[in-house]
């Protein structure tokens, strides 16, 4: 038996490759923020001698300062807080030495935003203080009125970025508690559901086994009494071979029974085949089946899931036993919202075509097959179609919302 036909998107190799393509996008965008701030600090830095008469000129440590400020941001996307760290000491370091005010506290501003909005509010608020404090001390022991206004200006624009940085981790906040209490919900319903799932099987299970059961023993019992007494009294062969058949079927339906009493009763406790089971599924079919999987591969909502298993489960089934087919294939596709299973064989294929699974006329499951798993699929909201494949053979489609 073989399983092939196409890589799937959650192979080890498949998902290497999305984090690498991950890693690469979020690399990129580091470089071209830490390239375009180069430039934007720079080229600022060394207009504004032309209006800072007073100020110190761009030399070679305050272009090493720079290039520590701007470098700093290359650790932003992993390690905010050291970014933030770097970025404000080359900062409070440019200031105190007096070179010009220009775009060179950005890129602390820059990781004091990602600090904080990361949820490293310590680390952020005490980046935000040092910010403040040093040119506050640079400005009371300049005593110079517009390096205090400037002072003052920064200040300002340092709560304004640290406010709306703390707006962000908020609402990011809120988002996950959001998308964990819906989690949650989902969870909870979905165990309440099978919950009173079991709950039925168990009282089922009882009710053959009090009810059902007892009734079919005593018609056996009573049969086999009549029969004896017949074959005493020498009556009629035909009602010998009458109460004959009627014990050994109230036997066998009596052995059914009890087989199906143990499936409801193990139900309860075993849990449930779905789509990561297919493969296992497959291998013991009988004959080859070849298993390919299409879209990003995800967890499905229980019964969804169940119900792919037991589509393909009983697909095969009419497959072995009606369609005189040699091999088959299940194609598991995840789309936006829904999940779609197609099963194809090389069999026999349909007398009459025919719609939506209810088994008329085909060689797969004449009587309750079809039947049963369109009622299956249509419980979960899904659609279930039948009926010949265009390449020949015979072809079961359901689809699923997920």
Request: aromatic residues 4%.
């Amino acid at each position: 038996m073989s399983y092939g036909g196409g890589r799937t998107p959650d192979t080890p190799a498949a998902v290497s490759r999305a984090a690498h393509d991950t890693h690469y996008r979020a690399t990129m965008r580091t470089i071209a923020l830490v390239c375009g701030m180069g430039v934007a600090v720079y080229s600022s830095t060394v207009m504004a001698l032309g209006n800072q008469p007073g100020a110190r000129p761009l030399d070679l440590p305050g272009c090493a300062l720079l290039a520590v400020a701007v470098l700093a941001l290359l650790w932003q996307p992993r390690r905010p807080e050291v970014a933030l760290a770097l970025g404000a000491g080359a900062a409070a370091v440019v200031f105190t030495l007096g070179y010009a005010l220009a775009l060179w506290p950005v890129p602390a501003l820059i990781a004091l935003f990602a600090t904080i909005a990361d949820g490293s509010r310590t680390a952020g608020w005490a980046g935000a203080a040092f910010l403040v404090a040093v040119p506050g001390a640079v400005a009371f022991a300049r005593g110079e009125a517009d390096v205090v206004i400037a002072v003052v200006v920064w200040t300002l624009l340092l709560l304004a970025v640290a406010q709306a940085a703390e707006v962000s981790r908020a609402r990011r906040a809120y988002t996950a508690e959001v998308e964990r209490r819906a989690a949650d919900a989902e969870r909870t319903r979905e165990e309440e559901a099978l919950r009173r799932a079991q709950e039925e099987r168990l009282r089922v299970a009882r009710e053959l086994h009090d009810v059902t059961s007892h009734t079919v023993s005593v018609i056996a019992l009573h049969a086999a009494v009549a029969a004896e007494a017949v074959s005493r009294a020498g009556g009629p062969p035909e009602a010998a071979e009458a109460l004959r058949v009627i014990r050994a079927s109230s036997r066998q339906a009596l052995s059914e029974m009890k087989a199906a009493l143990g499936v409801l009763r193990t139900a309860t406790v075993a849990p449930q085949p779905g789509a990561a089971q297919l493969p296992d599924l497959l291998r013991n079919a009988g004959l080859p089946v070849t298993l390919d999987v299409e879209g990003e591969r995800r967890p499905l909502p229980p019964a969804a899931d169940l119900t792919v298993y037991r589509v393909v489960q009983e697909a095969l089934t009419n497959t072995l036993r009606h369609a005189g087919a040699t091999t088959a294939s299940v194609t598991l596709t995840y789309e936006t919202g829904a999940v779609t299973v197609r099963v194809d064989d090389d069999g026999r294929g349909a007398r009459v075509p025919h719609g939506h699974g209810h088994g008329h006329g085909h060689g797969h499951g004449h009587g309750h097959g079809l039947t049963g798993m369109a009622e299956r699929v249509a419980a979960v909201g899904g659609l279930l179609t039948t009926g010949n494949a265009p390449e020949g053979g015979f072809r079961v489609t359901a689809r699923l919302p997920a």
